[in-house]
């Protein structure tokens, strides 16, 4: 197996130039990962930069990256692999038309690559060109237990059996990151086979960081302003409160409008682009959002 990274400061220096800022117990996770062929289960709010993570590898090592989006009902058919049905049906109208209908080798015919409609968890076995891929399993929380049992098979031996095939089975391990926005929770003997990592709202300054990656555009003090008052908006008691993605967002937003200081009108105008639910917005537009904007103003006042 090749190794993906040399250290844990090559994990770090590597997403960075994806304009991914990792701190670095999460880059030893994934450099640990990585070296070792185990899975990396990633547990968080909404908008911390689970998925991107996933991302970010795959684009900074050259590596393809295949996602499978959970959903309930999720099972191994869809996840795995597929035959091809309508095109089976017509090459048995084609032969029994041309009256070479040959019974055991329409069937060898029929259960063949040539008809394998490959889904995310068979293509991540499979040889990939520049190396293993990146398998994002993202929401694994939104699936049933069933698949779970199911997928833990596959990640053990990192293979999965198709009946009329036979075992496919990774020459190399992809590099699999499976994410959770704890909805529910994921039961342990899938934790327990992979990497677990919480992964959190950055503080102020390495969200600062981040910001400066992904909106370089934006200026030293309206950066502050918007992360100081996006922390501040996680303190309240909200419905759903603002991931780094929420932050990213916003700031583009502000200076789509060419704004450079947040001001109450401001921020009552774009507060959808950061608050998701209509009774987050009533309890801080007005005086609430007001109040904030005072204290994030008396924080970063200079001494």
Request: glycine content about 6%.
């Amino acid at each position: 197996m090749t190794t993906a990274f040399d250290s844990i400061d090559a994990v770090q220096d590597t997403l960075g130039t994806q304009g991914y800022v990792c701190g670095r117990p999460l880059a030893t996770v994934v450099f640990l990962a990585a070296t070792l062929g185990r899975p990396v289960f990633l547990e968080g709010e909404a908008g911390v930069g689970k998925t991107e993570i996933a991302k970010a590898i795959a684009a900074s090592l050259g590596r393809r990256l295949i996602r499978l989006q959970c959903y309930e009902g999720l099972d191994a058919a869809s996840a795995v692999y597929e035959w091809n049905f309508p095109a089976q049906m017509v090459a048995i109208r084609t032969a029994e038309a041309a009256g070479t209908a040959n019974r055991e080798a329409l069937k060898s015919e029929l259960f063949s690559d040539e008809f394998l409609i490959e889904r995310p968890l068979l293509e991540a076995m499979r040889p990939q060109a520049g190396g293993a891929p990146v398998l994002l399993i993202d929401e694994i929380d939104r699936t049933d237990e069933p698949f779970e049992a199911f997928l833990l098979e596959a990640l053990s031996d990192y293979q999965v059996t198709i009946p009329e095939l036979g075992t496919v089975r990774a020459p190399e391990p992809p590099i699999v990151i499976l994410t959770s926005n704890r909805t529910r929770e994921v039961h342990d003997a899938l934790k327990r086979r992979c990497l677990y990592h919480w992964v959190d709202y950055p503080e102020f300054d390495r969200e600062i960081a981040i910001l400066k990656a992904r909106a370089p555009e934006a200026a030293e003090a309206l950066s502050r302003e918007v992360v100081a008052f996006v922390q501040k908006l996680r303190t309240e008691d909200l419905f759903k409160k603002p991931g780094v993605a929420e932050t990213i967002d916003w700031a583009k937003c502000l200076l789509a409008l060419d704004v450079v200081t947040l001001s109450p009108d401001v921020i009552a105008d774009t507060l959808g682009a950061i608050l998701k639910y209509q009774d987050d917005i009533q309890k801080i537009e007005g005086s609430a959002a007001k109040k904030i904007l005072d204290d994030v103003r008396k924080e970063l006042a200079p001494a």
